[in-house]
T-cell receptor, first 112, second 112 residues
Framework: DTEVTQTPKHLVMGMTNKKSLKCEQH?????MYWYKQKAKKPPELMFV???????INESVPSRFSPECPNSSLLNLHLHALQPEDSALYLC???????????FGPGTRLTVL | AQSVAQPEDQVNVAEGNPLTVKCTYS??????LFWYVQYPNRGLQFLLK??????LVKGSYGFEAEFNKSQTSFHLKKPSALVSDSALYFC??????????FGTGTRLLVSP
């Protein structure tokens, strides 16, 4: 099973709201990733967790706050977002790189 | 820096004809190369990868790719295209630092 699940599928939020995106995998993968994808563009890496520790932060604004509660879960906490943050947010997981990254279906985020 | 290039924004092919989606790479050291496909409003699905070994890599859904070191290419191919193959295709390279770097993507349109 190579499934990564993400909730919610769609999210609409105002600029003053606080919300969270959730990602889960049960493949025993030790690395988990957050990507942001704008329409018709490739995914852009935001964060990488390796063995539940943040290993990469691609200079993402602090209004995005990742959290890895355990080896199967990854959250992305959102606060005071801007309309330009509207995008598809993708979660992925892998064993030790350069192993294949498996992606979830994404959360379509709209910031009003 | 590790990078991949997809020179074609769009590829058009008739159903039943062979298809090729091009990718060239620029890496130092051994390249770890991947192909992903994305259907509208969906996450990325893994198709195949080249790590080492046989230059012809077979993947999901009848796709294959040929690693060519002298031409620094990793073109995606399929002998007979289906209308359902119409999607956005991304080539990617693992940089060796837990990062996947994606090409700009190629839209494949298969006409009936």
């Amino acid at each position: 099973d190579t499934e990564v699940t993400q909730t919610p599928k769609h999210l609409v939020m105002g600029m003053t709201n606080k919300k969270s995106l959730k990602c889960e995998q049960h493949m025993g993968h030790r690395a988990m990733y957050w990507y942001k994808q704008k329409a018709k563009k490739p995914p852009e890496l935001m964060f990488v967790y390796s063995y539940e520790k943040l290993s990469i932060n691609e200079s993402v604004p602090s209004r995005f706050s990742p959290e890895c509660p355990n080896s199967s879960l990854l959250n992305l906490h959102l606060h005071a977002l801007q309309p330009e943050d509207s995008a598809l947010y993708l979660c992925a997981s892998s064993q030790d790189p350069p192993d294949t990254q498996y992606f979830g279906p994404g959360t379509r985020l709209t910031v009003l | 820096a590790q990078s991949v290039a997809q020179p074609e924004d769009q590829v058009n092919v008739a159903e039943g004809n062979p298809l090729t989606v091009k990718c060239t790479y620029s890496v130092s050291g051994n390249p770890y190369l991947f192909w992903y496909v994305q259907y509208p409003n969906r996450g990325l699905q893994f198709l195949l990868k080249y790590i080492t070994g046989d230059n012809l890599v077979k993947g999901s859904y009848g796709f294959e790719a040929e690693f060519n070191k002298s031409q620094t290419s990793f073109h995606l191919k399929k002998p007979s295209a289906l209308v359902s193959d119409s999607a956005l295709y991304f080539c990617a390279v693992d940089t060796g630092f837990q990062k996947l770097v994606f090409g700009t993507g190629t839209r494949l349109l298969v006409s009936p």
